[in-house]
Every structure is written in structure tokens, then in C-alpha cells.
């Protein structure tokens, strides 16, 4: 059994959990840009203030995403129940014989599996991160007892930029897989050689790239490429996933 080529439920699915992370990103970032810390040299995370909006906003990406997903397999369920188990099979087979082009790339339930697959690694990945975030303020709270002085937080910034990766490293790898599990199902090399690409960046960035420093108006910043490389696949690389799916393969 087929959809139309019309309907697309697992790019836009995609694609709203990318604005999702996108809008929660953004208010965090206006958030630390409204607080002036320039008297702190303490990573963001260990402001307490800061550390329960980026609980909230965990949370609430997490559950909106879920729902998000659980909405549109609710959609697809619903509208695949319309024909009777022991009908769909030869109705999918009268389907290609009849509209062929006009329907979706990927059967009903191909898209269902990719569905739920993708409701996992967007909606119940973001819990197992929210979690490694905790474990990684504890690291970091207590690194940073052990800085009392100059000499002490030269050591420390290095330190800090070559673990910071293990907090998104899961979440990456689940993306990533993501990706290519997606490509399995469409036979699509060009997404395993983004996916593979990708990987490869983030793993040199946590490797070898270090923390670089810019000064804005009345503090200083610190960029770490393993959390730009992830925040930027998280959001953009999400939304030119959902793109491409939608425009190079039909009612997905």
C-alpha cells in the first residue's frame, strides 16, 4: 500500500523537530546574551540560572518533538487502517499498476518504520542527552574547583575543549545513523557520504580543532567546534535532511 506523492509525513515531521531545536536554541542564546556574566570565566553550564532553562528547554524539545512524531504516526495509522491488513498488499500492487509515478517512494510501511525510527532518535535521544549533560556539569564543576589560578585555568580551557565533544558525541551518532538507516531504506548513497562526511568533521573537531576566543561588548566568548558542528546538524543539517527528502523523493 501506497500514499500519494502529495503527502509527506516523515519530512515534515523532520522539519518541525528542526524548528523545534532551532527556536529553542535561539532563546537560549538570547538568553545568555541578555545576562552580562563578564565577570565570570566559568563555563555557561555552571551558572545555576542558566543550567534550569536549559533543563526546561531540554524538556520541552523532547516532548514537543515526541508528540510531533506521535501525531503524525497517529495520521498514518489512522489512514492506512482504512483498508483491511489483508487487502493492502494487493491494493499496493493496483497502485503501482495504475498511478505508478504518483505515488510515494517508499511503501506504508517503510515510511511508518522510518517514522518511528527518527521518533526515537530526535524525541528519545534528547532525554539521553539531557542526561549526559548532567553527568558532564558534574565533570566540569568539579574541574573547575581545581582552578585557582592563572597557571591552573590555562590547563583548564584545553581540558574543558577536548571532553566538551563526549556531550554530544551520542546525540551525533544517532543523527548520523539516523541518516543512514534513512539512506538504506531509499538506496540513496548521497546521504551516506553527507552522513559519513559529517562524522568525520565532528570526530577531527573533537580531535584536533581548539577552543577559539572572540570578545564582544563587555565579555569574551569561548567556541567550541565540537558543539558548533552539532548545533548546526541538529537544526540546519535537519531542515536540508527534510528538503532534500521532500524534493528528490515522492510522499516522503
Known amino acids: ?4 506523492k502529495r503527502t509527506h509525513f516523515l519530512s515534515t515531521s523532520i522539519m518541525a523537530a528542526a524548528l523545534i531545536r532551532l527556536f529553542g536554541a535561539m532563546t537560549e542564546g538570547i538568553i ?4 552580562n556574566r ?3 570565566f566559568a563555563p555557561d553550564m555552571l551558572d545555576s540560572f542558566l543550567w ?3 533543563t526546561g528547554f531540554c524538556l520541552f524539545k523532547a516532548a514537543a518533538i515526541i508528540a510531533v512524531f506521535y501525531l503524525a504516526w497517529k495520521k498514518l495509522t489512522r489512514s492506512r487502517n482504512l483498508i483491511d491488513e489483508d487487502d493492502r498488499s494487493d491494493l ?3 497502485q503501482r499498476e495504475v498511478f505508478g509515478k504518483e505515488l510515494s517512494s517508499l511503501s506504508v510501511d517503510s515510511i511508518e518504520q522510518l517514522l518511528l525510527i527518527w521518533s526515537v532518535i530526535l524525541g528519545g535521544a534528547e532525554c539521553i542527552y539531557f542526561i549526559s549533560s548532567m553527568i558532564y556539569r558534574q565533570f566540569t564543576t568539579q574541574l573547575m574547583l581545581l582552578v585557582v589560578g592563572g597557571q591552573q585555568y590555562d590547563a583548564f580551557v584545553p581540558l574543558y575543549n ?3 565533544g563526549f556531550k554530544y558525541l551520542e546525540m551525533m551518532t544517532a543523527m548520523l545513523l539516523g541518516v543512514t538507516m534513512t539512506a538504506i531504506f531509499l538506496r540513496d548513497r548521497y546521504l551516506n557520504i553527507a552522513s559519513g562526511v559529517t562524522m568525520i568533521v565532528f570526530l577531527l573537531a573533537f580531535s584536533f580543532f581548539q577552543m577559539r576566543f572572540i570578545s564582544l561588548p563587555g ?3 569561548g ?3 565540537t558543539s558548533v558542528i552539532y548545533h548546526l546538524t541538529e537544526t540546519v543539517g535537519m531542515f536540508l535532511l527534510s528538503f532534500y527528502l521532500s524534493k528528490h523523493y515522492r510522499g516522503l
Open 38 to 40: 563578564s565577570a565570570r
Open 1 to 4: 500500500m501506497y500514499f500519494s
Open 92 to 94: 499496493g500492487a493496483l
Open 52 to 54: 534550569k532553562i536549559q
Open 162 to 164: 577536548l571532553t566538551h
Open 32 to 35: 545568555r546574551a541578555a545576562l
Open 219 to 221: 565579555r569574551q566568548v
Open 223 to 225: 567556541i567550541v567546534w
